[in-house]
């Protein structure tokens, strides 16, 4: 089956340390792959798309094929980093599946 | 611009009770809307979407209904609630470019 897996339900860091928020997929075809952020108190909004090849807010991701991952990094987390993170493609049908997501801590 | 409303913010129903969370979008016309839940462990659950009035999708078989009267409105209701169905409910409309909106959510607490 299609889908798309985060692993890493609680990951901790530190400040200034590197962070990367795992995501593999499973899809035959070409997966159109999102990250998602939810801060305290926010609302959910997309942080990135694959085929933008963007980086915000100091975060990149790259679909990796030989790999089939999608992977989130950052090379020096910071506080404001804290979240819920989430990885979710999209179906043919255009809507979004969304994993179970991870919850990123960055320690002071 | 366009803005996403939800209500009630939170909610604490027995069991058996009826449900009726409202979600209204303002700024775009014929958006594709999504309700999903969001529960502890779980991720965010994909419940319902609708391309259009009166047309609605399920994606997981529970003892929720959702029903869009108007354009830019989505209703998930519940005729007699479960322990189960406590969670975060969000709801969301779809851009022109996958992007999904989301609006501030419910929580919902079922005793």
């Known amino acids: 089956a299609q889908r798309v897996t985060q692993p890493e339900k609680l990951l901790s860091v530190f400040k200034g340390a590197p962070v990367e928020l795992k995501c593999n997929y499973s899809y035959s075809g070409s997966p159109e792959l999102f990250w998602y952020v939810q801060y305290s108190r926010q609302r959910l909004q997309l942080l990135l798309r694959?085929?933008s090849r963007e980086s915000i807010k100091g975060f990149t991701a790259d679909l990796n094929k030989g790999e089939t991952s999608f992977h989130l990094k950052k090379p020096f987390a910071q506080e404001e980093d804290s979240a819920m993170y989430y990885c979710?493609?999209?179906?043919?049908?255009?809507?979004?599946?969304f994993g179970t997501g991870t919850r990123l801590t960055v320690i002071p | 611009s366009q803005t996403i409303h939800q209500w009630p913010a939170t909610l604490v129903q027995p069991v058996g009770s009826p449900l009726s969370l409202e979600c209204t979008v303002e700024?775009?016309?014929?958006?594709?809307l999504y309700w999903y839940r969001q529960a502890a462990g779980r991720g965010l659950q994909l419940l319902f979407y609708s391309v259009g009035i009166g047309q609605i999708s399920s994606e997981v078989p529970q003892n929720l209904s959702a029903s869009r009267p108007q354009d830019r409105q989505f209703i998930l209701s519940s005729k007699k609630l479960l322990l189960s169905d406590s969670g975060f409910y969000l709801c969301?409309?779809?851009?022109?470019?996958?992007?999904?909106?989301f609006g501030p959510g419910t929580r919902l607490t079922v005793l």
């Open positions: 969301a409309w779809g851009g022109g470019d996958n992007e999904q909106f």
């Open positions: 700024g775009t016309s014929n958006p594709n």
């Open positions: 979710p493609w999209r179906t043919g049908a255009n809507n979004l599946f």
């Open positions: 694959h085929i």
